[in-house]
Protein backbone atom coordinates (compact mmCIF):
# COMPACT_ATOMS: atom_id res chain seq x y z
CA UNK A 1 0.00 0.00 0.00
CA UNK A 2 1.36 3.58 -0.38
CA UNK A 3 -0.97 4.93 1.90
CA UNK A 4 -2.04 8.37 1.22
CA UNK A 5 -0.20 10.00 -1.33
CA UNK A 6 -0.29 13.97 -1.95
CA UNK A 7 0.97 16.04 -5.11
CA UNK A 8 2.47 18.14 -5.86
CA UNK A 9 5.18 18.25 -2.73
CA UNK A 10 6.30 22.18 -3.05
CA UNK A 11 4.09 24.87 -5.01
CA UNK A 12 4.74 28.73 -5.51
CA UNK A 13 1.66 30.73 -6.43
CA UNK A 14 0.92 34.52 -7.34
CA UNK A 15 -1.67 36.25 -5.36
CA UNK A 16 -4.82 35.65 -6.42
CA UNK A 17 -3.99 32.37 -8.87
CA UNK A 18 -5.74 29.14 -8.19
CA UNK A 19 -4.92 25.59 -7.45
CA UNK A 20 -5.67 22.03 -6.63
CA UNK A 21 -3.92 20.40 -4.26
CA UNK A 22 -4.43 16.54 -4.72
CA UNK A 23 -4.54 13.38 -2.05
CA UNK A 24 -5.23 9.90 -2.76
CA UNK A 25 -5.51 6.79 -0.59
CA UNK A 26 -5.01 3.48 -1.21
CA UNK A 27 -6.51 1.80 2.15
CA UNK A 28 -10.29 1.96 1.79
CA UNK A 29 -11.03 4.76 4.27
CA UNK A 30 -13.88 6.64 4.50
CA UNK A 31 -12.61 9.46 6.47
CA UNK A 32 -10.14 12.16 5.15
CA UNK A 33 -8.73 15.63 6.47
CA UNK A 34 -7.17 18.42 5.34
CA UNK A 35 -5.16 20.18 7.48
CA UNK A 36 -3.00 23.48 7.74
CA UNK A 37 0.39 23.96 9.50
CA UNK A 38 1.88 27.39 9.80
CA UNK A 39 5.42 27.91 11.26
CA UNK A 40 5.42 26.69 14.80
CA UNK A 41 1.76 26.10 15.03
CA UNK A 42 -0.37 23.27 15.16
CA UNK A 43 -2.53 21.22 12.78
CA UNK A 44 -5.71 23.99 11.65
CA UNK A 45 -8.72 21.00 10.00
CA UNK A 46 -9.74 22.85 6.79
CA UNK A 47 -12.45 20.56 5.42
CA UNK A 48 -13.10 16.82 5.88
CA UNK A 49 -15.06 13.90 4.61
CA UNK A 50 -16.82 10.88 5.74
CA UNK A 51 -17.49 9.48 2.78
CA UNK A 52 -17.85 9.73 -1.10
CA UNK A 53 -20.85 13.23 -1.96
CA UNK A 54 -20.30 13.82 1.53
CA UNK A 55 -17.82 16.92 2.91
CA UNK A 56 -18.21 19.43 6.20
CA UNK A 57 -15.61 22.09 6.84
CA UNK A 58 -13.69 22.18 10.06
CA UNK A 59 -12.10 25.30 12.00
CA UNK A 60 -10.47 27.22 9.10
CA UNK A 61 -12.75 26.61 5.76
CA UNK A 62 -12.57 30.21 3.94
CA UNK A 63 -10.78 30.38 0.77
CA UNK A 64 -11.07 26.87 0.32
CA UNK A 65 -13.32 24.26 -1.44
CA UNK A 66 -13.22 20.09 -1.40
CA UNK A 67 -15.04 17.62 -3.23
CA UNK A 68 -15.38 13.64 -3.05
CA UNK A 69 -16.61 11.97 -5.52
CA UNK A 70 -14.36 8.49 -4.91
CA UNK A 71 -13.39 7.07 -1.63
CA UNK A 72 -9.84 7.29 -2.52
CA UNK A 73 -9.62 11.19 -3.97
CA UNK A 74 -9.90 14.14 -1.62
CA UNK A 75 -8.90 17.29 -3.80
CA UNK A 76 -8.38 20.49 -2.14
CA UNK A 77 -8.94 23.40 -3.87
CA UNK A 78 -7.76 27.52 -3.34
CA UNK A 79 -9.33 29.79 -5.17
CA UNK A 80 -8.15 33.73 -5.33
CA UNK A 81 -4.60 32.59 -3.39
CA UNK A 82 -3.78 35.19 -0.68
CA UNK A 83 -0.23 35.34 1.18
CA UNK A 84 -2.35 33.85 4.23
CA UNK A 85 -2.87 30.81 2.86
CA UNK A 86 1.33 29.99 2.56
CA UNK A 87 1.45 27.23 4.74
CA UNK A 88 2.20 23.46 4.65
CA UNK A 89 -0.98 21.36 4.15
CA UNK A 90 -1.58 17.85 5.02
CA UNK A 91 -3.73 15.20 3.85
CA UNK A 92 -4.85 12.80 6.43
CA UNK A 93 -7.60 9.08 6.67
CA UNK A 94 -8.40 6.77 8.65
CA UNK A 95 -11.01 4.01 8.77
CA UNK A 96 -14.38 4.92 10.26
CA UNK A 97 -14.28 1.07 11.46
CA UNK A 98 -14.96 1.65 15.18
CA UNK A 99 -12.74 2.67 18.50
CA UNK A 100 -10.09 0.65 17.57
CA UNK A 101 -9.34 2.36 14.53
CA UNK A 102 -8.79 6.15 15.49
CA UNK A 103 -5.20 6.53 14.43
CA UNK A 104 -4.92 9.21 11.41
CA UNK A 105 -2.65 7.86 8.28
CA UNK A 106 -1.04 11.57 7.28
CA UNK A 107 -0.03 11.91 3.89
CA UNK A 108 4.52 13.64 3.26
CA UNK A 109 2.83 17.56 2.78
CA UNK A 110 2.75 19.62 0.46
CA UNK A 111 4.18 23.05 1.28
CA UNK A 112 2.65 26.15 -0.73
CA UNK A 113 3.84 29.46 -0.91
CA UNK A 114 1.82 32.53 -1.60
CA UNK A 115 3.93 35.51 -3.08
CA UNK B 1 -16.16 22.39 20.60
CA UNK B 2 -13.42 20.98 21.80
CA UNK B 3 -10.09 23.10 22.95
CA UNK B 4 -6.99 21.59 23.53
CA UNK B 5 -4.20 23.72 25.19
CA UNK B 6 -0.64 22.07 25.32
CA UNK B 7 2.41 23.60 27.18
CA UNK B 8 4.98 24.37 26.97
CA UNK B 9 6.02 25.31 23.56
CA UNK B 10 9.41 24.46 23.67
CA UNK B 11 11.26 21.91 26.03
CA UNK B 12 15.28 21.43 25.95
CA UNK B 13 16.33 18.50 27.83
CA UNK B 14 19.82 16.54 28.47
CA UNK B 15 20.08 13.30 26.95
CA UNK B 16 19.41 10.75 29.09
CA UNK B 17 16.65 12.81 31.34
CA UNK B 18 13.05 12.79 31.12
CA UNK B 19 10.76 15.11 29.15
CA UNK B 20 7.18 16.14 30.22
CA UNK B 21 4.55 17.13 27.70
CA UNK B 22 1.23 18.95 29.31
CA UNK B 23 -2.16 19.07 27.53
CA UNK B 24 -5.81 20.15 28.92
CA UNK B 25 -8.99 19.68 27.51
CA UNK B 26 -12.37 21.44 27.53
CA UNK B 27 -14.79 19.33 26.79
CA UNK B 28 -16.14 16.49 29.36
CA UNK B 29 -17.43 14.17 26.85
CA UNK B 30 -13.62 13.44 24.95
CA UNK B 31 -12.70 10.05 25.54
CA UNK B 32 -9.77 9.20 23.13
CA UNK B 33 -6.23 10.62 23.37
CA UNK B 34 -3.58 9.95 20.99
CA UNK B 35 0.13 11.63 20.74
CA UNK B 36 1.48 12.68 17.53
CA UNK B 37 5.52 12.85 16.86
CA UNK B 38 6.40 15.07 13.91
CA UNK B 39 10.37 14.68 13.04
CA UNK B 40 11.81 17.89 10.76
CA UNK B 41 10.45 17.69 7.82
CA UNK B 42 8.47 14.53 8.18
CA UNK B 43 4.61 14.02 8.52
CA UNK B 44 2.76 13.35 11.69
CA UNK B 45 2.70 9.73 13.14
CA UNK B 46 1.15 8.63 16.09
CA UNK B 47 3.24 7.19 19.07
CA UNK B 48 0.82 6.23 21.46
CA UNK B 49 -3.20 7.22 22.44
CA UNK B 50 -5.25 6.51 25.30
CA UNK B 51 -8.79 6.04 26.47
CA UNK B 52 -10.59 7.20 29.53
CA UNK B 53 -11.22 4.10 30.91
CA UNK B 54 -7.43 3.80 31.75
CA UNK B 55 -5.17 6.14 33.24
CA UNK B 56 -2.23 5.24 32.59
CA UNK B 57 -0.90 3.45 29.27
CA UNK B 58 3.03 2.66 28.71
CA UNK B 59 5.39 1.89 25.12
CA UNK B 60 8.53 1.14 26.46
CA UNK B 61 9.68 4.69 27.00
CA UNK B 62 6.86 6.70 26.41
CA UNK B 63 3.89 6.50 28.58
CA UNK B 64 0.52 8.70 28.87
CA UNK B 65 -1.02 9.41 31.69
CA UNK B 66 -4.72 11.01 32.31
CA UNK B 67 -6.56 12.83 34.63
CA UNK B 68 -10.48 12.80 33.77
CA UNK B 69 -11.76 14.92 36.69
CA UNK B 70 -8.91 17.73 35.77
CA UNK B 71 -9.38 16.97 32.19
CA UNK B 72 -5.59 16.86 31.69
CA UNK B 73 -3.50 14.51 30.01
CA UNK B 74 0.41 13.90 29.73
CA UNK B 75 3.42 12.29 27.56
CA UNK B 76 6.57 11.20 29.44
CA UNK B 77 9.66 10.27 27.44
CA UNK B 78 12.46 8.71 29.80
CA UNK B 79 15.81 7.93 29.32
CA UNK B 80 15.53 10.71 26.31
CA UNK B 81 18.01 9.96 22.84
CA UNK B 82 18.32 12.31 20.15
CA UNK B 83 15.87 10.62 17.90
CA UNK B 84 13.58 12.05 20.43
CA UNK B 85 13.76 15.42 19.13
CA UNK B 86 10.69 16.04 17.46
CA UNK B 87 7.41 17.97 17.59
CA UNK B 88 4.87 16.18 19.80
CA UNK B 89 1.09 16.94 19.77
CA UNK B 90 -1.71 15.95 21.63
CA UNK B 91 -5.09 15.68 20.74
CA UNK B 92 -8.48 14.83 21.74
CA UNK B 93 -12.25 13.67 20.37
CA UNK B 94 -15.27 11.58 21.19
CA UNK B 95 -14.37 8.53 20.74
CA UNK B 96 -15.46 7.18 17.20
CA UNK B 97 -16.44 11.22 16.51
CA UNK B 98 -15.23 12.22 12.81
CA UNK B 99 -12.56 14.96 14.27
CA UNK B 100 -9.82 15.13 15.82
CA UNK B 101 -8.75 18.62 17.64
CA UNK B 102 -4.94 19.01 18.03
CA UNK B 103 -3.29 21.34 20.64
CA UNK B 104 -0.60 23.73 19.49
CA UNK B 105 2.29 21.37 19.02
CA UNK B 106 5.88 21.07 21.69
CA UNK B 107 9.05 21.33 20.11
CA UNK B 108 11.77 18.50 22.06
CA UNK B 109 15.06 19.42 21.76
CA UNK B 110 17.52 16.79 23.14
CA UNK B 111 21.08 18.38 23.82
CA UNK B 112 23.98 15.57 23.68
Known amino acids: NAGVTQTPKFRILKIGQSMTLQCAQDMNHNYMYWYRQDPGMGLKLIYY???????DKGEVPNGYNVSRSTTEDFPLRLELAAPSQTSVYFC??????????????FGSGTQLSVL | GENVEQHPSTLSVQEGDSAVIKCTYS??????FPWYKQELGKRPQLIIDIRSNVGEKKDQRIAVTLNKTAKHFSLHITETQPEDSAVYFC???????????FGQGTRLTINP
Open chain 1, 49 to 55: SVGAGIT
Open chain 2, 91 to 101: AASIQGAQKLV
Open chain 2, 27 to 32: DSASNY
Open chain 1, 92 to 105: ASRSSGGATNEKLF
